[in-house]
C-alpha cells in the first residue's frame, strides 16, 4: 500500500534551517510528481512546492521562493525540503503529498501523516 | 492569484443531506477535488474529477459542477463525517480552498 512518511521537523529559531525528508514506498516513485503541502495551527491547507518526475522543473509558492528547495532523490524513493531563513509565519504541519498528474485537475491521492516545524525564539 | 472561495462552515442533522460550495473564476474550465480533514489527521481525497470517487470512499459522497460553482454533497449524513472539507483546483499549481467546517448535530 502507498506510505508517505515525513520527518526532520523540529523547533527552530528565526532565522534557522531545517531539511524535511518523506519516505515513500508501495508505488513507483519516480512515476509522480511530489509535493509539499502545509497547514498553520488551525487553519487551512496551502500549497508550498511541487517537483516534477526527473526533478529537473520545481515551482514555489511565493511566500517561500528564495527560502526553500524541493528535491527529490528516486533512487531513495525520497523527497526532501530544505527550509532556510525560517520565519514565524512558517509554522505549520508540513505533509509531502502524491500529486497525480495523470488525472485531470492533478489531486493529491496520497498524504503522509504530516510533520512540525515550529518557529519561535 | 487564482482563489477558490468555501463558506467557513455548514452544519447539518444526522441523516440529512449536506451540501458544500466551492466558487471560482472559470471554475468549470477546470478540474474540482474535495479532501476530508478530521481532526488530528491528515486529509484525504473523497472526490477527483469533480465528480469521481476513488475506491473506498462511500457512495454518499457525490460531486457536481456547474458554472464556476463545484459542490460536494454529503447524502445520509453520518456524525463520523465531521470533519472539515477543501476543494481544490489546479491553476499552474495544487490550489485550495479556504475550507469548510462541517457540522453534525
Known amino acids: 500500500q502507498v506510505q508517505l512518511v515525513e520527518s526532520g521537523g523540529g523547533l527552530v529559531k528565526p532565522g534557522g534551517s531545517l531539511r524535511l525528508s518523506c519516505a515513500a514506498s508501495?508505488?513507483?516513485?519516480?512515476?509522480?510528481?511530489m509535493t509539499w503541502i502545509r497547514q498553520a495551527p488551525g487553519k487551512g491547507l496551502e500549497w508550498v512546492s511541487y517537483?516534477?518526475?526527473?526533478?529537473?522543473?520545481?515551482d514555489y509558492a511565493a511566500s517561500v521562493k528564495g527560502r526553500f528547495t524541493i528535491s527529490r532523490d528516486n533512487a531513495k524513493n525520497s523527497l526532501y525540503l530544505q527550509i532556510n531563513s525560517l520565519r514565524a509565519e512558517d509554522t505549520a504541519i508540513y505533509y509531502c503529498?502524491?500529486?497525480?498528474?495523470?488525472?485531470?485537475?492533478?489531486?493529491?491521492?496520497?498524504w503522509g501523516q504530516g510533520t512540525l516545524v515550529a518557529v519561535s525564539s | 492569484s487564482y482563489d477558490l472561495n468555501q463558506p467557513p462552515s455548514v452544519s447539518v442533522s444526522p441523516g440529512q443531506t449536506a451540501t458544500i460550495t466551492c466558487s471560482g473564476d472559470k471554475l468549470g474550465n477546470k478540474y474540482v477535488s474535495w479532501y476530508q480533514q478530521k481532526p488530528g489527521q491528515s486529509p484525504f481525497l473523497v472526490i477527483y474529477q469533480d465528480n469521481r470517487r476513488p475506491s473506498g470512499v462511500p457512495e454518499r459522497f457525490s460531486g457536481s459542477i456547474s458554472g464556476n460553482t463545484a459542490t460536494l454533497t454529503i447524502s445520509g449524513t453520518q456524525v463520523t463525517d465531521e470533519a472539515a472539507y477543501y476543494c481544490q483546483a489546479w491553476d499552474s499549481h495544487v490550489l485550495f480552498g479556504g475550507g469548510t467546517k462541517l457540522t453534525v448535530l
Open positions: 508501495g508505488f513507483t516513485f519516480s512515476d509522480y510528481y
Open positions: 503529498g502524491r500529486e497525480n498528474i495523470g488525472v485531470t485537475g492533478r489531486p493529491v491521492d496520497y
Open positions: 517537483i516534477s518526475l526527473s526533478g529537473n522543473y520545481t
